[in-house]
């Protein structure tokens, strides 16, 4: 089994920057792509970037050109470097990591990104 657990969230003001991390544990060996996703209240999770492990990145329309999404595979830690924030990023952000055995997907507890003046 693998754990996940976030950390970086926090309060930013509109243009302002925030870098979240992913800390596995566990059977990491398990772990192939790795991917942020968000939850805004009322809406449904998007996916906002995802890593596979030999680094191959995709993005959002939504974030593409503000975030970057990085991974070490060595200290089996993800994460994200969000840019030019704006409120439309505020959300509770997860961590995800997709698994080559059941259950295959696990997540984090979530970490809450707010974006306000």
């Known amino acids: 089994q693998v754990q996940l657990v976030e950390s970086g969230g926090g309060l930013v003001q509109p243009g302002g920057s925030l870098r979240l991390s992913c800390a596995a544990f566990?059977?990491?060996?398990?772990?192939?792509?790795m991917a942020w996703y968000r939850q805004a209240p009322g809406k449904q999770r998007e996916m906002v970037a995802a890593i596979t492990t030999s680094g191959g990145t995709g993005y959002a329309d939504s974030v593409k050109g503000r975030f970057t999404i990085s991974r070490d595979n060595g200290k089996n830690t993800m994460y994200l470097q969000m840019n030019n924030l704006t409120p439309e990023d505020t959300a509770v952000y997860y961590c995800?990591?997709?698994?080559?055995?059941?259950?295959?997907?696990?997540w984090g507890q979530g970490t809450q990104v707010t974006v306000s003046s």
């Open positions: 995800n990591a997709r698994k080559i055995v059941a259950p295959y997907d696990e």
């Open positions: 566990g059977a990491t060996y398990t772990i192939s792509t």
